[in-house]
């Protein structure tokens, strides 16, 4: 029996631990239902607003946390940007009604790691779930392309400085612009008269130094830095080789 009941903790210790914090009950039971459907997953508290989210978090270390930025008392980019400097290995995942633009950067420049709508189907929520537990970036459809399309233009109005920008060389920050801007690997060579595989290779250096792994990704985290300038137009960001 004893046995059982140890391999049963182990396998719950597996889990990723998921601490949500909004101020409705009855999302949070939504959230906890849907969660708990799935095996990797598992809730290891709820609480109401920030300032309870804060003081969890401060004796306990989930893996992960759904917030919502629009809690009374204690603002959710504040409890996000508190949160994550107590726990640096915290990820956070924006659940909110408000996918406006500046809500948007604001969470992300609070050290959040994905944002998704409430409208969002519950697998899309899932898969947000998953793809920032394994440390990658997930900005909802609905928000992500009306973002990137004023970031591009430049209408964005973000004042104060971003975190410190990593290491990049001249060319590279001039790969990550072009790919910002929407270009593809090969209009990027095409621009700045170099190879495919010279292109090819400078992005997949500043991906790595950026720690990104798509386009997407590129883009909101360079812009998060400041490393994106735009005075033209421009498409949505590609994939590509």
Known sequence: MREEGGSSEMEESRKVGVLLVDDHDVVRAG??????????????????????????????????????????????????????????????????????????????????????????????LMEALRTVSRGGIWLSPDASGHLMLR?????????????????????????VQLIGRGLSTKEVAQRLALSHETARSYRKAAMKKLGVSNAAELTVKAYKLGLLDWSDDGDQPKDDD
């Open 31 to 124: 959230i906890r239902a849907l969660i708990e459907r799935h095996e990797d997953f598992r809730v290891v508290a709820e609480v109401s607003n920030g300032t309870a989210a804060i003081e969890f978090c401060k004796e306990n270390h989930p893996d992960l946390a759904v917030v919502d930025i629009s809690m009374p008392g204690l603002g959710g980019i504040d409890t996000i940007r508190d949160i994550t400097r107590r726990s640096p290995k915290l990820r956070v995942l924006v659940l909110s009604m408000m996918a406006d633009d500046r809500s948007v950067l604001h969470s992300f420049r609070a050290g959040a790691r994905g944002f998704v709508v409430k409208s969002a189907h519950p697998g899309d």
């Open 151 to 175: 970031i591009q233009r430049g209408q964005l109005d973000e004042s104060g400085p971003g975190p410190a920008a990593p290491n990049l060389s001249n060319r590279e920050a001039q790969v």
